[in-house]
């Protein structure tokens, strides 16, 4: 029993340890993704001991940080602490399920999580592009004006099936917005009220926005104040029509491209819909396949199919039938040049982040020295400080008690100098009274009286040295008095007696305020 018992306890020692033991982590080196780039692999944080141990890498050289392979559940301000220098996180793939945001960073990617809740602080946030997609959010995080500097939200793959877009109105900056692959079933301008008209919503800096992959039956644009749109995707839901009439298209005046295809149109909506896109020269960038028309008994009209029984004879009317052709031809070349364009583009913005991230190394590595060395340098004199004031503390508490004894010093001499001198007479008298009122104790002890008188003998000897040595003493001292009264009468003014007795009397608190008083 006993060894069990000791057996139960060295493991809980081991895993006690286990628990506290501080995990190290470090930069891979064999796996840079640009410059300036920190990649951490297989980092496991289960619990919030785990998290405090936790080591990762504070090199200045390095702005941007991704973690993989991992676990964390949890992703807690404290482990967001632990990171202080960078700006571009990556968190992809580790579990999370509630993230936390630093204020500081600037780029943050935690996709392929299980994440329901996102917290931060009520300050101003400097991310300007956050990617949550494929996570478990059920509502928009309430990001309000403290995120006025993001610029790119990425939602995609949630369970967002109900959304108004004025929850990003206050995301000043937002130029691209994705909602795609969450089931959406409504998406409104504002929060419907009872008895209220719906009221519109403003994104002035919006330019992509996507609502592709959803169950979207019909979508109300008519509020949507959204000059700056150039691309929107309505791909791939259940759209019979918008409820707007197809002229509603013509408000969004910055408008390059659109995708409508995988739906199931209304033919006669749809028509209208395309002509007003020809109009104003709108690209539609998807067609649904041939297949899918035929095998739902469905019209094809541009590419795009859509449902209506009737419109057969009325598309055998159409008059520009013949141009339609030569405008796919021109819609294809078009996408050619404009994914050819993508390309480059991308290309480009990678080799400006790349460059973005080693001049910001650059650029931190000297900063942060002279910081690092201005504040040890603070720190080194604050110490000094400290160590001064210790000093000078202890310095008053010397002069202090030094007064202190000085006035108890003053006090002894004077009281013995007042005293008056003990005499052989005295003494002799006072040990005779002393000797005769121990004489009846003395014989009811039994005891020789040779016995007791040779102890009063030795008595007396004992008491004549000390009367020599108090005449010694006295002797001594005498002339220290005279001093130290002639020294009292030269400082005193006229009225000495009375201000001597005055400062004699005085407290012992008070000694060293009148000692300066006279001085």
């Known amino acids: 029993m006993a060894k069990s018992a000791r057996v139960l306890a060295l493991i809980a020692v081991c895993a006690l340890y286990t628990q506290s033991a501080t995990a190290t982590y470090r930069c891979d080196p064999n796996a840079p993704l640009i ?37 964390i559940p949890t992703f807690t301000r404290d482990l967001a602490r632990k990171f202080p220098k960078v ?47 494929d996570n478990r959010l059920s509502k928009v995080p309430s990001f309000g004006r403290w995120f006025n500097e993001l610029k790119l939200l990425s939602l995609d ?76 995707d309505l791909s791939s839901n259940d759209l019979y029509m918008l409820l707007d009439e197809p002229s ?35 690209v539609t960038l998807t067609q649904d396949t041939a297949g899918r028309c035929e095998a739902r008994q469905m019209k094809s009209l541009s590419g795009v199919c859509c449902y209506d029984r009737a419109f057969e004879q009325d598309l055998k009317q159409d008059p520009f039938e013949s141009k339609w052709e030569q405008l796919n031809e021109l819609r294809r070349r078009y996408e050619l040049v404009q994914f050819a364009y993508d390309q480059v583009e ?24 002279e910081q690092d060395a201005i504040a040890s340098e603070l720190l080194r004199l604050r110490h000094a400080l400290a160590d001064e004031s210790a000093r000078l503390e202890r310095l008053q508490h010397g002069i202090e008690r030094t007064v202190h ?32 009122r121990r004489i009846p104790d003395a014989h009811r002890v039994v005891a020789p009286s040779g016995t007791k008188i040779k102890q009063l003998e030795d008595k007396l000897r004992e008491l004549k040295q000390l009367e020599q040595s108090l005449s010694e003493q006295v002797n001594y001292l005498e002339p220290r008095v005279h001093n130290a009264h002639r020294m009292v009468e030269d400082m005193l003014q006229s009225n000495s007696d009375e201000e001597f007795d005055r400062i004699r009397t005085y407290d012992r608190r008070h000694y060293r305020a009148s000692y300066r008083t006279i001085g």
């Open 157 to 232: 793959g949630n369970r967002l099936e109900q959304i108004a877009l004025d929850a990003f109105a206050e995301l000043e900056y937002l130029q691209s917005l994705s909602l795609a692959r969450n089931g959406l079933i409504i998406v409104e301008p504002t929060v419907r009220v009872p008895n209220r008209a719906v009221r519109g919503v403003q994104l002035l800096k919006l330019k992509h926005l996507s609502l592709a992959s959803n169950r979207l039956i019909t979508v109300n644009i008519s509020g949507w104040e959204m000059p700056s749109l150039v691309s929107l």
């Open 35 to 71: 410059a300036a780039t920190c990649t951490v692999a297989n980092v496991t944080l289960l619990t919030p001991a785990e998290i405090a141990n936790a080591s990762f890498p504070d090199d200045v050289r390095y702005v941007a940080l991704a973690i993989v392979d991992g676990f």
């Open 87 to 133: 700006q571009d996180l990556t968190v992809d793939a580790l579990g999370i399920q509630r993230l936390y945001v630093w204020s500081n960073w600037e780029q943050l990617s935690a996709r392929n999580n299980s994440i329901r809740e996102v917290e931060f602080a009520a300050v101003q946030h400097r991310l300007r592009s956050l990617r949550l997609d």
């Open 405 to 436: 004894d000085l006035g108890q010093s003053i006090d002894e001499l004077h009281e013995r100098a007042v005293r008056p001198k003990p005499t052989l007479d005295a003494v002799h008298q006072q040990t005779v009274s002393d000797s005769i």
């Open 346 to 369: 991308d290309n480009d913005l990678n080799l400006i982040t790349r460059q973005a991230h080693a001049l910001r190394g650059q650029l931190v590595g000297p900063v942060a020295h």
């Open 248 to 282: 509603q298209l013509r408000q969004l005046g910055a408008l390059l491209n659109v995708s409508y295809a995988g739906n199931d149109w209304n033919c006669g909506w749809l028509s209208e819909a395309q002509l007003v896109l020809r109009e104003r020269g709108i």
